[in-house]
Structure formats: structure tokens, C-alpha cells
């Protein structure tokens, strides 16, 4: 997809904050982030738009990003708790198409 922004950012066209990487999978900070920690998990391939779009073949990398999530929240001092949410279209706040999920914790007043 040479139009995708999340694309872009996994081939290092676009700078991003990284925070972790695997063969599969890229984890950066939001840009406009909405907790004190907002990152972006994101699959390096562009396997999906959304999470409506993913299905049983997409399980593997699923499994490691929620395993990479877990490192992340950890090393990032996220014991007190975290969340993971992603949004489906537009109407959720969706403006990346390319599926991706985002993690955010560092509350203090919840």
C-alpha cells in the first residue's frame, strides 16, 4: 500500500518513535497520544485495514502481539494497569487504515 501511512513508518519513510520490533510486528508512540502512554502496535505487513477484516489465518501474529503488548507495559513501568483497544471505521475514530491496536496506561487519577 503506498499510500498507508503505517506503511510508510514500517519502511522508515515516515520517522516514528519505536519502542519494540520483531520480525512481524512494529511498536510505536502515538503522535497524538491520549494517555500518558499511547502506543502503536502495529502488523509490519499490511495484512488488514481493520480488525473486521481479520480471521482464524491472522491468529500467530495476533498471539505475538499481545505477548509484545505485555513486554511493552512492562518495560514502560504499566503494572498499576493497561488497556488495548482498537477501532473499527470511522464512525469508532478509525483514521489509519491498516490494522493496529493501541496500547495506553500511565493513569494516575483512575
Do not use: Y
Not at 509490519?44 to 507495559?73: N, R
Not at 503494572?79 to 493501541?102: C, K, L, S, Y
Amino acid at each position: 500500500m503506498t499510500d498507508c501511512v503505517f506503511c510508510k513508518i514500517v519502511a522508515g519513510e515516515i520517522p516514528s518513535s519505536r519502542v519494540a520490533e520483531t520480525d512481524r510486528l512494529f511498536a510505536f508512540r502515538d503522535i497524538q497520544p491520549h494517555a500518558p502512554t499511547h502506543v502503536l502496535l502495529i502488523p509490519k505487513e499490511h495484512v488488514a485495514d481493520s480488525a473486521a477484516d481479520l480471521g482464524p489465518d491472522d491468529a500467530g501474529w495476533l498471539a505475538e502481539l499481545m505477548g509484545l503488548a505485555a513486554t511493552i507495559a512492562k518495560d514502560e513501568g504499566l503494572e498499576a494497569g493497561w488497556r488495548i483497544v482498537t477501532n473499527v471505521g470511522p464512525a469508532a475514530g478509525q483514521t489509519v487504515f491498516h490494522v493496529h491496536f493501541h496500547l495506553m496506561g500511565g493513569w494516575t487519577d483512575r
